[in-house]
């Protein structure tokens, strides 16, 4: 099948590339950095998509930001342009959409879930009309190379003493490799099972510092003295975050982790047909030149 990818050159995007070609699939590749580009920004109408569905069998849509950037509000990004890609393929007869939502956003009122929800349930309607056949998967926290969150858990996980956020300490994270999710996603594109909601996390649930501390052991360090910070200093560093474009850490990301982000870990296993990677194993799952970066 030829598999429309967009945001196929980024984090998650390129592992869905991968996991398509292994399956013997033919992914087709739209990003603002792919040949042709294509920018979300620019296609807010259904008829700037249909243009790149042209002998498209089915679409996942892999675009995500956790915040807006200059030149780059979440509003188009999660919303308005994911809602005009929906609304061409019940045009073009593309009947198997896949989108990539986050766990979560069925609930939370921050900017981000509230703009991915809106585009979730756009294309549910759509599904409800009989016009599309769509699937809205919500993964939990993903990790791999290349990845932004993963790889300031990689480098939080090499300090031997550490200063966490309370919510760092308490709430509840459910990592999933990468690797697992692409195939997922991939397999979802191509077969013909039921569309809907579909949650999606690891096989155990843990803290953000727990997780932490599972990578630094599985880099072969002892066990890091680690400190709450108090309440003000939290928000602050949050506020910092804001400040600068490429931190993963932001007021989103504070207000995000509010709220356990875990499901059912017997839906990954029974999708993947085999067990997935545990927290205790994320380093084997990344190339051995990013497992010390």
Not at 20 to 47: I, K, W, Y
Not at 93 to 121: C, I, M, N, P
Request: charged content about 15%.
């Amino acid at each position: 099948m030829r598999v429309l990818i967009c945001g196929g050159t980024g984090f998650l995007g390129r592992h869905i590339v991968n996991a398509l070609m292994q399956q013997g699939h033919d992914p087709v590749v739209r990003s603002r950095h792919s040949t042709p580009a294509l920018d979300f920004n620019a296609c807010t109408q259904a008829e700037q998509w249909l243009e790149h569905l042209n002998g498209i069998d089915a679409v996942i849509n892999s675009v995500g930001a956790l915040r807006d950037k200059p030149g780059q509000d979440l509003q188009t990004l999660h919303t308005l342009a994911p809602v005009a890609l929906f609304d061409a393929c019940a045009q073009a007869g593309v009947r198997r959409v896949v989108q990539v939502s986050a766990l979560g956003s069925g609930q939370s009122s921050t900017q981000y879930a509230s703009t991915k929800r809106a585009a979730d349930e756009h294309l549910l309607a759509l599904g409800a009309q009989g016009l599309l056949n769509p699937v809205v998967v919500r993964p939990s926290i993903i990790f791999g190379a290349g990845g932004a969150s993963s790889q300031l858990f990689l480098n939080l996980a090499k300090l031997p003493v550490l200063l966490l956020p309370q919510i760092m300490r308490s709430s509840q994270i459910q990592p999933v490799a990468v690797r697992d999710l692409a195939e997922v996603l991939a397999h979802m594109a191509t077969s013909g099972r039921p569309g809907g909601i579909v949650e999606v996390g690891g096989p155990q649930p843990l803290s953000t510092e727990a997780f932490i501390a599972s990578l630094r052991a599985q880099m072969g360090y002892g066990q890091a003295s680690v400190h709450a910070l108090p309440d003000w200093m939290s928000k602050g560093s949050a506020r910092l975050g804001d400040q600068i474009a490429a931190m993963p850490w932001c007021s989103e990301t504070m207000a995000l982790l509010e709220n356990d982000n875990v499901t059912d870990p017997q839906t990954l296993a029974t999708l993947l047909g085999r067990t997935p990677a545990a927290p205790t194993a994320m380093l084997a799952t990344l190339p051995k030149e990013s497992r010390h970066a």
